[in-house]
């Protein structure tokens, strides 16, 4: 891994504690809220923040080259995974590692 990857593989980590970060102050807003409004922020929560968290931590893990089973040992809906999830991984390591595409695939496939 060179510095330029090692420097990278930091911004992914800051990334992901950004993510945790917003998830905490979402959760605390979403106890001032009631109704409609409260749902709509805790969507966003479940939905967006939570992918974008998942993608980061799979795209730091396949970076370093953490076997994909350790870091997520059972997955229990494939095709969100594969649809969602796997996209924005291959995206993170192609811009912070400069991966490819069957590199990612095969990662997450483990071969």
């Known amino acids: 891994m060179n510095?330029?990857?090692?420097?990278?593989?930091?911004?992914?980590?800051?990334k992901?504690?950004?993510?945790a970060a917003e998830a905490r102050i979402i959760r605390k807003e979403?106890?001032?809220?009631t109704g409609?409004?409260?749902?709509?922020?805790?969507e966003h929560r479940r939905t967006i923040v939570r992918d974008e968290a998942?993608?980061?931590q799979l795209a730091i893990a396949c970076i370093k080259g953490r076997p994909y089973t350790t870091?997520?040992?059972?997955?229990?809906?494939?095709?969100?995974r594969d649809n969602f999830i796997v996209p924005k991984v291959e995206a993170m390591c192609k811009r912070y590692a400069y991966m490819d595409r069957y590199t990612v695939g095969k990662w997450i496939k483990n071969d």
């Open 36 to 42: 409609s409004r409260r749902d709509i922020i805790a």
């Open 3 to 14: 510095n330029k990857v090692k420097l990278n593989l930091i911004k992914l980590k800051i």
């Open 54 to 56: 998942r993608a980061t």
């Open 30 to 33: 979403e106890r001032k809220l």
């Open 16 to 19: 992901a504690k950004s993510l």
């Open 71 to 80: 870091v997520e040992p059972k997955c229990n809906n494939l095709w969100h």
